[in-house]
């Protein structure tokens, strides 16, 4: 599923389609993380549930219109991206540009990775997606937020929360 590994600055790196995307994506792996271990995370992207695939569209659309929200109301109408509170979150889908999928060292025998994306919305700090035994458990902008990181449940800038 990895293919073109090859040893990096911080670590293996290869690439790897993103079925769900068909977009082809880098993909860092750290030192020290075995490659089967990684094959394994690649497999679970490319085999996330319809649920979570269903969190992923509602929590960028929510992580979208806060952002206009926040920047101001007019934000969304001077923007190409017409997503509003009626439409349906898989709408996102086109805004959302992943590009980097990076496996960390894992904590215990689950699996979990995340995948930096770019979004129209938010060019400086872009989206993050976290994925951690096949459940989306952080979304926002991105912050290298990995699988085993804690994630407070009152967290207004995880737009999993409320999902």
């Known amino acids: 599923m990895i ?13 790897l389609c993103w079925e769900l995307f068909g977009r082809e994506l880098e993909v860092m792996i750290d030192r020290g993380v075995d490659i089967a271990y990684a094959e394994k995370c690649a497999e679970a992207l490319n085999s996330l549930s319809e649920e979570t695939v269903r969190s992923i569209w509602e929590a960028s659309k929510r992580y979208f219109l806060f952002f206009c929200e926040y920047v101001g109301e007019d934000f969304n109408e001077d923007m190409d991206v017409k997503i509003y509170e009626n439409t349906p979150a898989e709408e996102i889908r086109a805004d959302v540009f992943p590009h980097v999928f990076i496996v960390n060292a894992p904590k215990d ?3 979990g990775f995340h995948i930096e994306c ?3 919305w938010e060019p400086e700090h872009g989206l993050e997606i976290t994925i951690l035994d096949g459940k989306l458990v952080y979304l926002g902008a ?5 699988a085993w990181d804690d994630f407070d449940e009152d967290d207004e800038w995880n737009f999993v929360n409320g999902v």
């Open 142 to 146: 991105f912050e290298d937020r990995r």
């Open 109 to 111: 025998e689950r699996v």
């Open 3 to 15: 293919t073109n590994i090859h040893d990096g600055e911080f670590g293996l790196e290869g690439n």
């Open 118 to 120: 770019d979004c129209c």
